[in-house]
């Protein structure tokens, strides 16, 4: 199967734009050896098409991403990559915050506190 070159050129961007190499290079190096089919279809599919889909503008989108990284309760370094992401484009450590103690009632307190634990020191390092 040929990845489709515009969804690859726009997943490629998006994942530049919004991790900077920086957790997208990670999940296509520990994928290399198992499935990297898994991180081409991550990059076309889920970055190069749904992410640039319109209707939601990017920190909105990264916003549900960490929403549903923290209701899952088992996904925290995809939690960091997100919240990362949406900082690095523009959001606020309080919108960051805020989507997370939404999730209370929701997600539950322990993955709500979990997830607030796992972002300190990220947190940490943005002004208010």
């Known amino acids: 199967m040929t990845p489709d070159t515009t969804l690859r050129s726009r997943g490629l ?10 957790a997208g290079a990670a999940m296509v ?25 319109p ?7 990264e916003l549900v991403l960490i929403a549903s990284c923290v209701t899952m309760g088992h996904a925290m370094p995809q ?6 992401a949406a900082l690095k ?6 919108q960051v915050v805020e989507t997370i103690l939404q999730l209370t009632f929701y997600a539950g307190g322990p993955a709500v506190r979990n997830a607030l634990v796992a972002l300190k ?3 940490a390092t943005k002004p208010e």
Do not use: N, Y
């Open 55 to 61: 209707g939601l503008d990017l920190i909105t989108r």
């Open 89 to 94: 484009i523009g959001a606020t450590k309080q």
């Open 79 to 84: 939690l960091r990559a997100h919240a990362e």
């Open 121 to 123: 020191d990220l947190l």
């Open 13 to 22: 961007e998006l994942l530049d734009q919004l991790h900077g190499g920086h």
């Open 29 to 53: 190096a520990e994928l290399e050896d198992v499935c990297p089919a898994f991180a081409d279809m991550t990059i076309d599919w889920a970055i190069g098409s749904i992410m640039d889909r």
